[in-house]
């Protein structure tokens, strides 16, 4: 910024200096043709505000003979500012006629030199005109070529976000209409069974089971946004969530709520997951251990802490399960949200999780 500041201040002194130094080598200082063209070379700083002035203003000294240095400098503003041609050619025309006017009225010249006099003044007058209505149109076809350039990258993102959607939109058809398929003949199958069974305990888990995979199928679409309403009996809290594991038959000791706490949505759905992931790991590698889920609520940050023990050497953990990317993906979202995963094994053979999302709104 420095840098432009000095190098229009070093044109300035350029453009005002150089006319005034070519007036100043006439003789007669104190004459008319000196005083009238020292007064439109120190006025030629009003072009930047008044280009059209800057040039009427130099009249009476090409009326004098001396305003050829500062014309020059006007009338590169004037077409820099209106490079119109129709306009330029009038200011050319006013240039010429106050310029060759006093000679041929003080002068007698042949028709060649009346010739030779106005195709001076025609260049001389027109060149710099031309100059700047041909700056200013680079300028105009730069600024055009720099707006088409962004339009066209915002063209080039707008494409690709569509094609990111619709890529999105097969990659959730495909998951819709084959999970969705397997996860109703899971439904299907659990109140079939729950219809045909006379244990009491078998009804109950084929109720369950099947209140599960509703809720799976409920989820799955709110998050491939084919729908936002919540079934019956999904947990809607992380209280709820705890309260459904404990139904399922896993022990969970839950220290801590939010319910009670002014926490930001997406915080609250990021902890919900957390836990979430928690018991879903906890229950498929460590079948039969306790689970220890503590919530701890401050001003700047959000604690989730979930330990469980050792898996049950009775029962075997559920592998066929196995494989996802929970962790790596629970680790993503939390990261996302401004937050640290810290996961790992515990000395008693169980496993450790802790994550911290701070309170952001």
């Known amino acids: 910024m420095k840098g432009v500041h000095w190098r229009f201040w070093g044109v300035e002194a ?13 003789p007669d200082p104190f004459g008319y043709k000196v005083v009238s063209g020292l007064a439109a070379a120190l006025l030629l700083p009003l072009r930047h505000r008044w280009p059209r002035l800057a040039v009427l203003l130099c009249m ?9 240095a500062v014309i020059l400098v006007a009338m590169f503003r004037v077409a820099r500012v209106h490079p119109q041609v129709r306009e330029l050619a009038g200011w050319v025309l006013l240039t010429c006629v106050v310029a060759v ?22 260049l001389s007058a027109g ?5 700047g209505m041909l700056v200013a149109l680079r300028e105009q076809l730069a600024d055009s070529l720099r707006r088409l350039a962004a339009a066209g990258e915002v063209a080039a993102q707008a494409k690709a976000e569509v094609a990111r959607a619709e890529e999105r939109a097969r990659i959730a058809r ?35 089971v099947r209140g599960l995979a509703k809720q799976a199928l409920d989820e799955m679409r709110s998050t491939l946004g084919l729908g936002t309403a919540q079934a019956d009996g999904q947990a809607r809290t992380i209280s709820d969530l705890v309260g459904q594991a404990r139904a399922s038959g896993v022990e969970v000791e839950l220290t801590g709520e939010l319910e009670n706490h002014e926490v930001p949505g997406a915080v609250e759905r990021a ?19 306790g689970i220890r889920v503590n919530l701890s609520n401050r001003a700047d940050a959000l604690r989730i802490e979930v330990t469980n023990g050792a898996p049950d050497g ?12 929970g962790l790596e993906g629970l680790s993503e979202r ?28």
Not at 198 to 207: K, L
Not at 271 to 289: C, D, F, I, M, W
Not at 314 to 325: D, V, Y
Request: net charge negative; charged share 15%; aromatic share 2%.
């Open 314 to 325: 009775a029962r075997e953990a559920i592998t066929e399960l196995s494989g996802g990317a």
């Open 101 to 122: 006017a006093p000679v041929l009225l003080t002068q007698s010249l042949t028709p060649g030199s009346i010739l030779l006099t106005l195709a001076f003044v025609l």
């Open 60 to 68: 009476p000294a090409m009326a004098g003979g001396l305003g050829w």
């Open 127 to 131: 060149a710099p005109a031309a100059i």
């Open 174 to 208: 495909e998951i819709h209409d084959a999970v969705g398929h397997h996860v109703t003949l899971i439904a299907v199958e659990s109140a079939a069974l729950g219809a045909t069974t006379s244990e009491p305990a078998v009804r109950e888990a084929a109720t369950r």
């Open 334 to 361: 939390i990261r996302m949200a401004g937050g640290e995963l810290d996961a790992g094994p515990s000395e008693d053979g169980g496993f450790h999780l802790v994550a911290v999302l701070p309170q952001k709104s």
């Open 14 to 26: 350029l453009a005002v200096g150089l006319p005034v130094i070519a007036v100043l080598a006439a």
């Open 271 to 289: 902890a919900y997951r957390v836990v979430q992931e928690a018991l879903t790991n906890a229950s498929k590698h460590a079948p039969g251990a």
